[in-house]
């Protein structure tokens, strides 16, 4: 009415919808997932950590679930040998001891196998391996669309899925990581499971966040992490002033002890080593994951990499689309969260994320050794785009300005998932712009900055099946393990793999290798430097994979001769890069000697590396000096690479 004021437009407020939509949304973008990732499998193959462990793991625990026989138990026996269809690829290269590898992942994917591959025939070897990680991700889809669109709308719930998929780091890992995503999947179920029993749910919201965590364990050691995640949770509930009263958090003893025991006995039963070894099994996995996760449970030579502490948050900068990272800071700060759902995202990326910056936390990998942080992420990152979208149609004048925002939300999820796909299948390298893409990446010495899985092996030989001369021999000194794993399946049958000595009698030798440039020996930066590559894999403008033709001419044999020169000591070279590595006031004192070798002379120079190096690193230093003088230069303390040469 005239003279009255008006009033005032109300705030934007969370408006979800009901749970059974909500499991519609939810189906609906697992589905329109599982229509492209599924196509998608055959691109990509094998890579280094699960041909050594996860798939003979997986292998050798199913005939051990199916028969009894505790001879399967062994993860360096290579008999009596599972049963397989050929072809298949050859996963006896497997040698890391039991406690190394994980069950939860590797045996769903033996089981795929088994019956889709060797039973049916339906599926190829290498793609029944793969298909369960694709489909896991489908499940986590499922419940991380409902749960946020129950809280922040329709907009919100797809968005936080699509945001999911549209990382490209995320999307590729879904395709060959076989520890990683499943426990990024059971590990992110399990607390939005305990968020909503936290927050008024029943007992069966506690049992089942027990059984997840349980399952989230078998698949890797980052849900050891769960526990000081809720804790932390908690925490913040008692301290904020607006999360302290019983209406937000309800905590129940007898559902505490049903998630505890549904923890302790999911995890028995989906560790079979654990069925033989109920006390020391647990033990020895927990003594490994210390050893091998922290510089302060062991120096020693099986240090192989440095810590994470310094560049963990760079990491998720800077490999993370900006569009999600944008949205996901408006969401954590948008009115679409309730606070104790702030709360919970806030706690769930402080561990996360902080666990990495724990001094003496090794890099094993790169961001893919957290990828559970991303689904948090992609949670904030939907609230924020809802909050975007709620606020300029609030705003709108007229129906121009709706649809600019319909176009703004759709270009927000349109953007990061075109960048999936065009990274395809080589996601796992991709970098944002705020790193120059992968080469600018690999310009300023990113560690990992690379396909340090040799995913692009697959790719390599389907380039090889096309172009390389009948019976050539095909040689690669870079994780030579992946390359015989997949050869029996990707490989043209008239191509030989030549991981011997090179002689007069050999032909045309092809040689491949990923731009892993810490493994580099003389070969490989000989090549770099005197030969113009027959072809490269490549993503964003940098270098993935090198593929050089030798013709046997002279430049060629004198390029073979320094491989062949390399063979015996190339071992124990990569053992000693590991711990020096991992100890880099010594690197540097290493690299130095190393350096002037021709004024200390070879028996005072290996003098002092005995001097330096554990006594297990003393054979053979004579062969090791050169490679290590001719190394690019000594490991930066704190940071774990050199900075790389640009890559040609």
């Not at 045996?107 to 889709?116: D, E, I, K, P, Y």
């Not at 339906?122 to 029944?128: I, R, W, Y």
């Not at 008239?494 to 032909?507: C, F, I, M, Q, Y």
């Not at 540097?588 to 000697?593: L, M, P, R, S």
């Amino acid at each position: 009415m005239d003279g009255e004021k008006a009033a005032p437009r109300a705030p934007i407020v969370p408006r979800g919808v009901e749970p059974r939509r909500a499991w519609q949304l939810g189906l609906l973008v697992s589905f329109l997932y599982l229509l492209v990732a599924l196509p998608l499998l055959r691109s990509y193959g094998a890579t280094w950590d699960t041909v050594l462990m996860d798939y003979p793991y997986g292998e050798r625990m199913l005939e051990y679930v199916l028969t009894g026989e505790d001879a399967y138990l062994s993860l360096r026996d290579k008999s009596p040998a599972p049963p397989v269809r050929a072809p298949h690829p050859d996963f006896s290269l497997g040698h890391s001891p039991w406690y190394q590898a994980y069950p939860v992942g590797a045996l769903l994917s033996a089981v795929s196998c088994r019956l889709l591959w060797t039973r049916l025939g339906l599926v190829p070897a290498m793609q029944a391996h793969n298909l369960v990680i694709p489909l896991l991700v489908a499940c986590l889809l499922i419940v991380l669309v409902r749960f946020a669109a129950v809280r922040f709308g329709a907009l919100g719930g797809i968005a936080a899925g699509l945001f999911l998929i549209a990382s490209p780091r995320f999307f590729a890992n879904a395709e060959v990581n076989l520890r990683d995503v499943p426990v990024a999947c059971a590990y992110a179920t399990a607390t939005l499971l305990g968020y909503r029993a936290l927050t008024g749910g029943s007992l069966r919201w506690w049992i089942g966040t027990g059984v997840m965590t349980g399952i989230a364990l078998g698949a890797k050691a980052n849900a050891l992490f769960i526990p000081p995640q809720f804790l932390l949770f908690l925490l913040l509930a008692a301290s904020v002033p607006g999360l302290r009263s019983r209406a937000s958090l309800r905590w129940s003893w007898p559902g505490f002890a049903l998630g505890t025991l549904a923890v302790l006995g999911t995890n028995f039963l989906v560790s079979p080593h654990y069925w033989s070894m109920p006390i020391s099994g647990p033990l020895t996995r927990l003594s490994e994951i210390m050893r091998l996760g922290s510089s302060h449970f062991d120096e020693g030579v099986t240090s192989t990499t440095s810590t994470m502490t310094h560049y963990a948050p760079w990491l998720i900068l800077t490999t993370t689309p900006i569009v999600i990272l944008a949205l996901a800071g408006l969401g954590l700060v948008s009115n679409k969260l309730s606070r104790p759902l702030r709360a919970f995202l806030f706690a769930a990326l402080v561990v996360t994320v902080g666990r990495n910056m724990l001094p003496g936390v090794r890099n094993h990998g790169g961001i893919r050794r957290f990828l559970e942080f991303y689904p948090y992420v992609c949670i904030a990152a939907g609230a924020g785009l809802a909050a975007l979208h709620g606020a300029i149609v609030l705003r709108a004048r007229g129906t121009a300005m709706r649809y600019a925002a319909h176009s703004i939300a759709a270009a927000c999820l349109l953007f990061p998932s075109i960048q999936s796909l065009r990274t395809n299948p080589n996601g796992i390298a991709y970098f944002n712009v705020l790193a120059g893409g992968l080469e600018g990446a690999q310009r300023s010495g990113i560690p990992n900055a690379t396909d340090y899985w040799a995913n692009s092996y697959w790719q390599a030989f389907g380039w090889l099946n096309e172009h390389a001369e009948a019976d050539s021999q095909i040689l690669v000194p870079i994780a030579a393990h992946v390359a015989a794993s997949i050869a029996p399946v990707r490989l043209r049958k008239d191509l030989s793999l030549l991981n011997s000595a090179v002689g007069p009698e050999h032909g045309v030798v092809y040689a491949l290798f990923i731009t892993r440039r810490r493994a580099y020996h003389a070969f490989e930066r000989a090549l770099e430097q005197r030969m113009e590559p027959a072809h490269d894999i490549r993503l964003q403008g940098g270098v993935l994979t090198r593929i050089y033709r030798l013709d046997r001419d002279e430049d060629s044999e004198e390029l073979l001769s320094l491989w062949n020169e390399s063979i015996g000591v190339r071992p124990n070279i990569q053992r000693i890069r590991s711990w020096l590595e991992a100890h880099p006031r010594e690197g540097v004192e290493a690299w130095n000697i190393a350096r002037n070798v021709d004024a200390l002379g070879v028996e005072e120079a290996c003098r002092r590396l005995r001097e330096l190096l554990p006594g297990e690193l003393h054979e053979g230093l004579e062969g090791v000096l050169g490679a290590l003088s001719d190394h690019p230069g000594p490991p930066r303390a704190g940071k774990g690479s050199t900075p790389a040469a640009p890559l040609r």
